[in-house]
């Protein structure tokens, strides 16, 4: 069975600055895919990010990026210039790629969660 | 609104009775997935469907809990006999039909308290 481990229950940013969240994971299989959900306050997750570990490139989706080490298994993400929208939970998630193949849970898992607080 | 959407937003109920939740998809999304997110942790799986049929189920879903989606549409979780660990809040989540990495979106959750 696959682990997602978050280390950091909280971290705290000032605005515009950068904040890097960590996320760490255990798998047996080649293939799968990486994710970070937000979670604002009494609102509905959202996907964030996502990578494919069979892409080396590290994604980047505007004032988001990732840092993928497959080797290590890490997958930390990097928001820059930091707004108080960012305010929220953050969630690593990890999912089976061999879903795709038709084999496979389908079934996302979940880290605890890093509650990331925007200092004005 | 063309989102998930999960009724009631918020139940509180005493120990012992049974309660049902129910989850709208986004239209066109045959699979359909329910998680439990206990305070401080991240959401855990329990369930998924694919159209009408249940093709996982988490060890986390015991006897006592039941999920239908009858015409591959809408979906209910069912939590009978219900005991104070199973507060919590209770996420449903759909996805379009398989490509690729298949994004799952998330509703806005059903709270459940136990009294």
């Known amino acids: 069975a696959q682990t997602v481990t978050q280390s950091q229950p909280e971290m705290s940013v000032q605005e515009a600055e950068t904040v890097t969240l960590s996320c760490t994971y255990d798998?047996?299989?080649?293939?799968?895919?990486l994710f970070w959900y937000k979670q604002p306050p009494s609102r509905q997750m959202i996907l964030v990010i996502r990578?494919?570990?069979?892409?080396?490139q590290n994604a980047t989706e505007n004032r988001f990026s990732v840092n993928f080490q497959k080797a290590a298994k890490s997958f930390s993400l990097k928001i820059s210039d930091s707004q108080l929208g960012d305010a929220a939970m953050y969630f690593c998630?990890?999912?089976?790629?061999?879903?795709?193949?038709?084999?496979?849970?389908?079934?996302?898992?979940f880290g605890k969660g890093t509650h990331l607080i925007i200092q004005p | 609104d063309t989102g998930v959407s999960q009724d009631p937003r918020h139940k509180i109920t005493k120990r012992g009775q049974n309660v049902t939740f129910r989850c709208d998809p986004i239209?066109?999304?045959?699979?359909l997935y329910w998680y439990r997110q206990t305070l401080g942790q991240g959401p855990e799986f329990l369930t998924y469907f694919q159209n009408e049929a249940q093709l996982e189920k988490s060890r986390l879903l015991s006897d006592r809990f039941s999920a239908e989606r009858p015409k591959g549409s809408f979906s209910t979780l069912e939590i009978q006999r219900t005991e104070q660990g199973d507060s919590a809040m209770y996420l449903c989540?759909?996805?379009?039909?398989?490509?690729?990495?298949?994004?799952?979106?998330f509703g806005p959750g059903t709270r459940l308290t136990v009294l």
């Open positions: 239209s066109e999304h045959n699979r």
């Open positions: 989540a759909s996805s379009p039909p398989l490509a690729g990495y298949n994004e799952q979106f």
């Open positions: 998630a990890y999912r089976s790629f061999l879903v795709s193949s038709g084999g496979g849970a389908d079934g996302l898992t």
């Open positions: 990578q494919e570990a069979y892409k080396q």
């Open positions: 798998t047996s299989e080649s293939d799968y895919y």
